[in-house]
């Protein structure tokens, strides 16, 4: 039984309803859980050559069903063309990924103290309970139950509302390849999200750091294994010798590219020394990222997901200013249909300031001063955050230092903050994550426990 609706609507186009589903309250939660742990039985019991089977036919019908998907994402949640897209061939690779990942080892041989057999082995949990965002609306979901399924788990996901339609779109493809069941939707709010970590055997969660940190107490509280990832407060750390029209094009990719909406984003731009040059290059970059049409080939910057959403970004804007910020470029509403906003640098804010210390999830980022690298690295530590940061530059040393200083989960060099490989552990540090790390085979060792079986030899 259901007690409200959810619904998805599109950012550029808010007249256009994109899904709508009754929100499940707890005991449809339940009855939803129990369903997927019959089917769990079956497929825990199907060999690797099966799981590999069913991912990687997966796979290929999302390849076959590229453009439907790519057309859902750019309407749900107003991911530009070329990120959609892009997205889309990632959830590919990440099922073909993960189908192959049936084959790998799940245990160790270790020497027995007094002869016989020792060794180990790694057992799914039984229910994957996952809480996903709506920015990744095919990645996230993906990226968190193709090693649960592979590892022979069954999921039940509690999706965004603001993705609910494709929630829904990968729930119709993945039904085709499992058991009946397995692989379960639970569309809903804060009520379904709770009753989902109430049933699951283990939690993985994307999202905010106050609801990730309410979901884990939830879960630990239970005694159940829990991951949480929660966002960051991203630097780029800009030294002295980095060429100003390279570095200024990537930072401002990584700021403003779908409109700032990923924690990866780039928020904070630590200028080591004088260095006009790269603040004029950088935001004439930005200027060159206007907000278009998703649509549109070419449109690296959309709508952000709500009215809600655009009024944090002028909000924050307003309150810099207040403090002595200075715009660089942006700052205001676009006069559209939909939640557009215009990429925005602001600059002369202290580090203590909130635009510098807290999380804006939109196209808004910071530039600050620091005299050396020493200061750079004291302002990039100084938030809450542990995500990621980049650093860019041409003097190894220079580089080495800042990368050993660094407090973050993740560290690119002459790179954007955003953007991240499938296959290499992801995570980060402090108030960004709780919990092992995503993605790669760490999910493997995640998704199940391990269990040491000893074999005594036999003395007849």
Same mark, same amino acid.
């Given at each position: ?36 742990? %019959? ?11 099966? =799981? ?12 076959? =069903? ?89 999921? &039940? ?12 779109? &990968?729930?119709?493809?993945?039904? =085709? ?7 379960? *939707? ?80 780039? !928020? ?45 970004? &002028? %909000? ?9 910020? !200075? ?17 925005? &640098? ?12 807290? %999380? ?92 040491? *079986? ?7």
């Amino acid at each position: 039984m259901s007690t409200s609706h959810v619904t998805s609507i599109s950012p550029q186009a808010p007249s256009d309803v994109v899904a709508e589903a009754g929100a499940l309250d707890p005991r449809a939660v339940a009855a939803l859980a129990a369903r997927a742990r %019959e089917a769990q039985l079956q497929w825990r019991a199907t060999g690797a050559a099966g =799981r590999c089977s069913s991912l990687a036919g997966a796979a290929r019908e999302l390849r076959d =069903r590229r453009q439907q998907a790519t057309e859902l994402v750019i309407r749900e949640v107003g991911k530009p063309r070329g990120e959609a897209a892009g997205e889309v061939d990632r959830g590919i690779a990440i099922l073909e990924y993960y189908a192959q990942a049936a084959f790998a080892s799940r245990g160790d041989l270790l020497p027995p103290s007094i002869g016989g057999l020792l060794y180990t082995e790694r057992r799914p949990h039984g229910l994957a309970g996952l809480i996903t965002p709506w920015n990744f609306p095919i990645a996230i979901p993906l990226w968190k139950s193709a090693p649960a399924l592979v590892c022979g788990n069954a999921v &039940l996901l509690k999706p965004s509302p603001d993705a609910l339609g494709t929630a829904l779109f &990968l729930q119709e493809l993945l039904a =085709r390849h499992l058991p009946d069941g397995l692989f379960a *939707v639970a569309p809903g709010e804060a009520q379904t999200g709770e009753a989902v970590v109430a049933e699951a055997d283990i939690v993985s969660f994307t999202g905010s750091v106050g609801v990730g940190a309410s979901v884990t107490a939830q879960a630990t509280g239970r005694g159940v294994p829990v991951q949480a990832e929660m966002g960051g407060q991203n630097a780029a750390i800009v030294l002295p010798d980095a060429d100003p029209a390279r570095s200024a094009a990537i930072i401002a990719g990584a700021a403003m590219g779908y409109a700032g909406q990923k924690c990866t984003a780039t !928020r904070r731009v630590i200028v080591v020394g004088e260095n006009d040059a790269f603040v004029d290059a950088l935001v004439q970059r930005t200027e060159a990222l206007a907000p278009g049409d998703p649509y549109a080939d070419g449109v690296a910057v959309g709508p952000v997901i709500s009215e809600a959403a655009r009024a944090r970004v &002028l %909000e924050a804007v307003a309150r810099a200013q207040q403090a002595g910020g !200075r715009t660089l470029t942006g700052g205001a509403a676009l006069d559209r249909d939909g939640w557009f906003v215009a990429p925005t &640098l602001v600059d002369r804010v202290d580090p203590s300031d909130p635009i510098m210390q807290e %999380e804006t999830f939109g196209p808004l980022a910071a530039v600050c001063r620091a005299g050396d690298l020493d200061e750079a690295v004291q302002i990039a530590n100084g938030v809450r955050f542990g995500l990621v940061t980049s650093i860019h530059g041409r003097d190894l040393d220079q580089i080495l230092r800042a990368v050993a200083a660094v407090d973050t989960g993740m560290i690119k060099v002459n790179g954007p903050t955003a953007g991240v490989d499938f296959y290499a552990p992801f995570g980060g540090e402090k108030a960004s994550s709780f919990g092992p790390r995503e993605q790669g085979m760490a999910a493997l060792d995640f998704y199940t426990s391990t269990h040491t *079986v000893s074999l005594a030899p036999h003395a007849g």
